[in-house]
């Protein structure tokens, strides 16, 4: 992130960014916004859906809560930091009474299979447990499920510009105004 997105981001969503700290030292964080989803079911992008990483489509009025972006530092990789920021994003969803979180994952793996495969298969692959990707195999033990594949998504040579577009259902949700199922 940029410096003027990050203080942006905090002044939209403050909640929404979430931060890991072990020994005082950064280790990891999370950044999402809340969305009207009706606006977004369609294939949309990273760029178009944080309005380029500043979050100006933030809309509290929405019932989605969107999973802009995680990282981790790769020494702490498997140490459940990822863990912890994707509970602190479900405490986030459960406290505001949202529907669903969801977010489009990456696939770091799949440029070294992609003259064989489909980014489709490679995605059906990960979810039959015959092949791992650091991402998505990650998000499926968070109890995310696939919900589609977005082509397009992010600029990343790695997967291809793809990404696989993932949801997990807040079991806690109570519907307010049914007219508000966003």
């Known amino acids: 992130w940029r410096r003027d ?4 981001q905090l002044e939209v969503f403050p909640q929404g960014q979430l931060v890991a700290e072990l020994n005082g030292r950064l280790v990891g964080c ?19 859906i944080t309005a380029a990483g500043t979050f100006d489509t933030h809309n509290l009025d929405g019932l989605t809560l969107y999973g802009a972006e995680v990282f981790v530092d ?17 405490r986030i969803c459960k406290e505001l009474n949202l529907r669903r979180i969801i977010a489009c994952g990456r696939l770091p793996g799949y440029k070294a299979v992609s003259d064989t495969m489909t980014p489709e298969l490679y995605a059906k692959k990960v979810l039959w447990g015959d092949i791992a990707d650091p991402v998505l195999s990650f998000q499926l033990r968070e109890g995310f499920i696939v919900r589609g594949l977005l082509r397009n ?17 807040n079991p806690d949700y109570e519907a307010q105004d049914e007219s508000k199922l966003r």
């Open 30 to 48: 999370a950044s999402s916004l809340v969305i009207l989803w009706d606006e977004w079911a369609e294939e949309h992008s990273w760029s178009e």
């Open 5 to 8: 997105h990050m203080v942006h």
């Open 153 to 169: 998504y992010i600029i990343d040579p790695n997967s291809k510009n793809h990404a696989t577009f993932i949801e997990w259902t």
């Open 74 to 90: 790769p020494r702490l990789r498997g140490r459940r930091v990822g863990h912890s920021l994707y509970e602190g994003r479900r």
